[in-house]
């Protein structure tokens, strides 16, 4: 072989070793980046893991307040009912009371009227009663 062949070969294989020494710094880079993007990967499955459990523990809080508040409003409508239909039947009693004192007054009048006199106490509250009928404050 001649001088010149040797060094060409010589330089080949110099060359293969820097080829294959670049291919595996290639392969080691690569795998630098493939390690980080699985560690990013794991992060942020953590991260989200982590969230999820806080969305999960603020959302059973809600639905707790939530309960709460349904209930307070249903207490709430139920005693407005009850406010209201006790109110109604407080108005229907007061009619009913000023239907019989009216009566009452007019059975006292006609009394007065055939002369059938009336206690001491009755006059006042019979003249007392006349005058709240003309300044009525209902």
């Known amino acids: ?11 080949n294989e110099a060359l293969k070793g820097e080829d294959k020494t ?6 080691l880079r690569e795998n630098e ?18 969230e999820g459990k806080a969305l999960k523990k603020k959302n059973k809080v809600l639905e707790k307040e939530n ?9 709430l409508n139920q005693n407005i009912l009850q406010m209201a239909a006790e109110r109604t ?5 007061i009619e009913e009371h000023k239907t019989m004192e009216a ?7 006609q009394m007065q009227l055939q002369g ?15 005058a709240n009928e003309d300044g009525d404050l209902d």
Do not use: Y
Request: hydrophobic share 25%.
């Open 89 to 93: 039947e407080n108005l229907k009693k």
């Open 67 to 75: 309960d709460v508040l349904k209930r307070k409003h249903e207490t």
């Open 1 to 11: 072989m001649s001088k010149e062949h040797k060094r060409l070969k010589k330089e």
């Open 116 to 130: 059938r006199g009336t206690r001491k106490g009755m006059t006042v509250a019979v003249e007392n009663d006349d």
């Open 33 to 50: 980046v493939l390690k980080k993007e699985n560690e990013t990967l794991r992060r942020n499955e953590a991260l989200e893991k982590k």
């Open 103 to 109: 009566k009452l007054n007019s059975i006292i009048k």
């Open 22 to 27: 670049l291919k595996e710094n290639e392969a």
